[in-house]
């Protein structure tokens, strides 16, 4: 079983692949069997993630709270449309059973994103 991501951090809209940062196994909990290969965030890494959270802020805080509110319903659509996916990489991560995965955790997270 591979459940290998395009890269390691996803960071202002782009996968980015630290090869100068630690590896980091990924092990399916049910069986031990290493699944992907990720590697830590340097320092760079880090500070670009600060530095695209910094200048994306100002933007978000001018949004009126109704619009604000529209990207997060929107975000809980998303999930819920990637359900099936996202419950997936839930077991493989936590070793949960699928049907657990299935019906507690994205749609718990869409449901939260909705109350706020």
Not at 3 to 31: F, K
Not at 57 to 82: C, F, S
Not at 102 to 115: G, Q, R
Request: net charge neutral; aromatic share 6%; glycine share 6%.
């Amino acid at each position: 079983m591979r459940a290998q991501p395009t890269a390691s951090h996803y960071v202002n809209g782009r996968y980015i692949e630290d090869e100068g940062g630690a590896p980091l196994p990924v092990i399916y909990p049910a069986t031990g069997e290493t699944i992907a290969m990720l590697r830590s965030a340097t320092p760079n890494v880090l500070e670009l993630a600060i530095e695209a959270a910094r200048a994306a802020q100002p933007a978000w805080a001018r949004l009126k709270p109704v619009e604000r509110g529209r990207i997060l319903r929107r975000a809980a659509d998303i999930l819920r449309a990637r359900n099936a996916d996202l419950a997936r990489i839930e077991t493989l991560d936590t070793g949960k059973a699928i049907q657990e995965t299935l019906v507690a955790d994205a749609p718990s997270a869409a449901d939260c994103l909705e109350y706020f």
